[in-house]
């Protein structure tokens, strides 16, 4: 089986809660951190060649076409491969997590008989270190690498090969052969084998019973379930912490610099996460990531990092793997995130908001919300004068932004009317504080002569991030200011349909070379449209968006439009997916949902700005 073209939209992926694996469309498994999302990669094909580790299982010959879907609101994946001797379906997933990590391929003939070949090169450390291999029997070998360890157990022989191990068989219509790939720690005794066909089982039983509960019936439901499906999949279980994206080093753009680990637990993104799920009806969830925060963030000195380890740890260096080539020779390929020293102070926003929707509706009920809640609003009140670097991450000089500003009067909005009733004195305080941001904003943070918000304090850069000041209550949409600032992102940020975060000619971010469209952007565009009664405009933008998600409903960070139209950035990305439900819920959902619901302790948004 010759190497294809990889294009990231030709991925899927699978999970079991704790950890994720990435499958070209050919059923090649090319991306898998054992045990953990951001524990090292034993396959990391996806980021040089298949040397570098990967599970390939397929015909031996004569490949006629490939269709995959995944079973219902599920993880399962299903690829049926044509040959011209028959056809077979390879059912790919991970069972949610019991004592061991496993992953499961069932191949089941359809047609005919069509010859199979499994090819398994584990290679430990990010595809640099090749296991001990110790055959148990005809059907399973172990491998063992440092706190690794692997068992291979399958319904066919497994042969040990120079840099593999190798399963030939054939597959008659009605016959069902099992691979079951399972993670140990290599200094306990070797785990038995699963049932594949229960895990089957349970694991399907597992996503209905889940996604029984998703309370959205507007339009394009299947593609918001699937969002929401994968959301569910970077959500840690034993922990409750949402991860940005399962993937590391995924370019910005093709042969760029821009390759970054998301493999943690970003405030931004998991505040926005908790309350797509909030909104959704999937309490269980937003209740497990206020502990998670509550535990993470918990303690005096208060201290907010922009993210953290999935178990809440904060020391996260950065470091690169000059052994790798990168997705399309794309380098450096990073791991870890230089970033998460940055002072950002939008996320004391997004943070504080998420807690205060949580506490008024009974999500949070143990009282650890607003005991974190108090505690931010003490620590921003030291430290919102300071320059920081935004929501960008900038590496380059701390600025003003005028969007992180912003939040801080979220961040003080919030808690003024959380305190309203129980502390009139302290919530008037804040009330007054959030009112002088305000001001700010409108003040340093808009040019008269653009007429729109920009980047920074005095800055003249347009910034797509302004985007959400109508969005969390800071601004009306139908506001002159905001129409105005609409119309010069029209004009300055949005090419072929889409948008970008800002012009990168005048931006600086320290960093260098270029990027795609930023779907997040796209989507809170369409929902201002949409506040700004453009109807028409929200839906085209959310429709053109979507097209871009790959055949599985899948999207990644950014887009490249153009003649050779394609995802960029790391896949899937929680980010993208979470923007997408909630443009859909606000564009196309049911009347009650609480998507415009903002809490009235300034009813800045009512003022005259």
């Given at each position: ?385 300071c320059p920081d670097a935004g929501i960008w991450e900038s590496r380059g000089e701390n600025r003003h932004h005028t969007y992180s500003k912003a939040m801080c009067w979220v961040a003080f909005d919030r808690t003024a009317a959380l305190l309203h009733d129980r502390e009139p004195e302290k919530a008037e305080r804040y009330r007054d504080l959030a009112q002088r941001i305000r001001q700010r904003v409108l003040n340093e943070g808009f040019d008269p002569e653009a007429g729109c918000f920009t980047d920074t304090f005095g800055g003249n850069s347009i910034d797509a991030a302004v985007l ?127 998507c415009d619901r903002k809490p009235e302790a300034t009813g800045a948004a009512a003022q005259d700005a």
């Open positions: 089986m010759s190497e294809p073209q990889r294009r990231i939209e030709d991925y899927a992926l699978i999970g079991d809660g704790e950890t994720a694996a990435l499958i070209h469309r050919d059923a090649t498994i090319e991306w898998l951190c054992f045990p953990r999302f951001d524990s090292e990669a034993c396959l990391a094909a996806l980021l040089d060649d298949r040397e570098n580790g990967c599970w390939r299982l397929g015909p031996v010959k004569d490949v006629t076409s490939t269709t995959r879907r995944y079973r219902a609101d599920s993880l399962v994946l299903e690829t049926e491969v044509a040959t011209s001797q028959g056809k077979v379906r390879i059912i790919d997933f991970m069972p949610i997590r019991g004592e061991n990590a496993d992953v499961v391929r069932i191949v089941e003939g359809v047609e005919g008989e069509v010859e199979m070949v499994g090819d398994l090169a584990l290679r430990f450390d990010y595809g640099r270190i090749h296991p001990l291999i110790r055959k148990v029997a005809g059907h399973h070998v172990v491998a063992i690498a440092g706190p690794n360890g692997v068992s291979l157990h399958c319904d066919v022989p497994v042969e040990v090969e120079e840099r593999s191990l190798r399963s030939r068989f054939k597959v008659r219509a009605g016959e069902r052969k099992s691979l079951v790939l399972t993670w140990f720690a290599s200094h306990e005794e070797v785990p038995q084998r699963i049932d594949p066909r229960q895990a089957l089982e349970d694991t399907d039983r597992f996503w209905s019973d889940w996604s029984a509960q998703i309370r959205y019936r507007g339009e394009y439901a299947e593609l918001v379930h699937r969002s929401l499906v994968t959301l569910k999949a970077l959500t840690h279980r034993p922990t409750g912490g949402i991860i940005a994206a399962p993937t590391a080093s995924l370019p910005e753009t093709p042969g760029g610099t821009r390759n970054w680990d998301y493999r943690y637990c970003w405030l931004r993104d998991s505040t926005l996460m908790l309350l797509a799920f909030e909104r959704m009806g999937l309490l269980e969830e937003a209740s497990q990531w206020t502990q998670w925060l509550a535990r993470t963030v918990g303690g005096k000195p208060i201290s907010l990092q922009p993210f953290f380890a999935v178990d809440g740890a904060r020391r996260l260096p950065e470091w690169e793997a000059d052994w790798l080539a990168g997705y399309e020779n794309s380098k450096p390929v990073r791991f870890g995130n230089g970033a998460v020293g940055q002072l950002q102070l939008d996320i004391y926003g997004e943070v504080t908001d998420a807690l205060f929707q949580a506490i008024e509706d009974g999500v949070e009920a143990s009282g650890e919300a607003e005991t974190v809640l108090r505690m931010l609003a003490d620590k921003l009140e030291e430290v919102w004068e959400r000041l109508p969005l969390v209550g800071f601004i009306d949409a139908n506001d002159p200011k905001m129409v105005k600032t609409v119309s010069a992102i029209e004009q300055n940020l949005v090419r072929d349909g889409l948008v970008w975060r800002y012009d990168p000619d005048q931006f600086d971010d320290g960093i260098g070379s270029s990027e795609g469209a930023f779907v997040a952007a796209c989507f809170w565009l369409a929902e201002v449209y949409h506040l700004q009664g453009r109807e028409a405009d929200a839906r085209s933008l959310f429709e053109r968006v979507i097209g871009y998600a790959n055949d599985l409903g899948l999207i990644a960070e950014e887009l490249q439009p153009g003649i050779n139209p394609r995802q960029l950035g790391n896949f899937p990305q929680g980010l993208s997916h979470l923007s997408l439900v909630s443009a859909a819920q606000r564009l196309f959902g049911q009347a009650d949902t609480n």
